[in-house]
Structure formats: structure tokens, C-alpha cells
């Protein structure tokens, strides 16, 4: 017992830097994003500082600062950008609750053919149809040209995806199949 109390007061202390950093991320002052970034740098220092005498907390602070370095290029584009959410959590939250519509109505664990082949387009068109119904002339594509563009790439997704499924099936007859069209071209009429 008596070892955890000597314990807890650093590790407390050091939990309480990492909570300092996300009261200051949480701008409860709505400072500007330059106020904000060399407040969190000045933070940050204080965090190297205490570092070296973390003991039992070393290994979460440089956890901290291992992963607040890779997220420091766009940690405070949210405070540049107006009306840009701080986290990503709502858009994990849309992707997770399509995932688990899909499970349910195909009964497969795995994410469904269609949805990994259509999925830029069927989950704008699920997200779309929660909000309300859409009428045929709203559905009428606005350009044709852009329209058969995104037709030709899910065409070119899918050829791809059979190409794959064709190899796994029989690599013997695919390899020599696709030998026989690279010849073709090479040899003499």
C-alpha cells in the first residue's frame, strides 16, 4: 500500500498534463488558432520538462507526445476553418452505422461486395435518402458527361475486383490466358 501512495501523486500529476493539453484544444476562451497553437507549444515544453522526472508515467507521456507529434500538422486546422468539427467522430460515426445497416440486411459479417465496389456511391445515396425522399427529376443526373465518368470508374473498380476473384480461382488459366493476349500482338502476321 504504501508503495502506491508514493506512486500515485507523480502519475496523477503527469495524467493532469496530458487533461492541461485538452482543456487548452478545447478552447473554452475561443482564442484564434495562432493563440491556441503557441499556447499548445508552450504546454508541450513544460511536458519535456517534466519528462525526465515522470517515473511510473514516463511511458504515457511519450505515448503523448509521440502521437501529438503526428497530429500536429492538422491539429489546429479546426480552429482556421469555421464550422470544421474538432474530431472526426460524427463522419466514424456515419461510416460505423452504414457498416452495421449493411450487416444487418445482407447477414454477413464482412462488408458486402456491392458496398466495398459501390460504396463512395451507395453511402452518399443512404445518407442522402435518410434525410428525405428525392422525386425522379431529382434524380436525373445534372451532367452526363460527369455521370459517365463515375459509371466508367465503378465499371473499371469491378473489372478489377473479377480479374482478382479469376486469379484466386485458377491462377494456371488466367496467367496463361493473359500470356496468349501479350504474345498475340508480338508475333509475325
Not at 460524427?90 to 457498416?99: D, I, K, M, N, P
Request: glycine share 6%.
Amino acid at each position: 500500500m504504501a508503495q502506491t501512495a508514493t506512486l500515485w501523486p507523480p502519475v496523477q500529476r503527469d495524467f493532469g498534463l496530458v487533461h492541461q493539453a485538452a482543456a487548452i484544444l478545447g478552447n473554452p476562451k475561443e482564442l484564434s488558432a495562432q493563440a491556441i497553437r503557441r499556447q499548445f507549444q508552450a504546454h508541450l515544453r513544460v511536458v519535456r520538462r517534466q519528462y525526465s522526472q515522470a517515473g511510473a508515467a514516463r511511458p504515457t507521456l511519450r505515448h503523448f507526445l509521440k502521437v501529438t507529434a503526428s497530429y500536429r500538422p492538422g491539429l489546429f486546422h479546426c480552429y482556421e476553418v469555421a464550422d470544421l468539427p474538432r474530431t472526426n467522430n460524427a463522419l466514424e460515426q456515419l461510416f460505423g452505422s452504414t457498416r452495421h445497416h449493411e450487416r444487418r440486411c445482407t447477414g454477413r459479417k464482412a462488408a458486402s461486395p456491392g458496398l466495398v465496389l459501390r460504396g463512395a456511391v451507395r453511402l452518399v445515396a443512404g445518407v442522402g435518402s435518410r434525410l428525405r425522399t428525392y422525386s425522379a427529376q431529382e434524380l436525373t443526373p445534372v451532367s452526363l458527361p460527369l455521370w459517365r465518368k463515375l459509371r466508367a470508374g465503378l465499371e473499371h473498380r469491378r473489372q478489377a475486383r473479377t480479374l482478382r476473384r479469376r486469379f484466386r480461382k485458377n491462377s494456371g488459366i488466367y496467367l496463361r490466358q493473359l500470356e496468349a493476349i501479350l504474345l498475340r500482338p508480338t508475333l509475325p502476321p
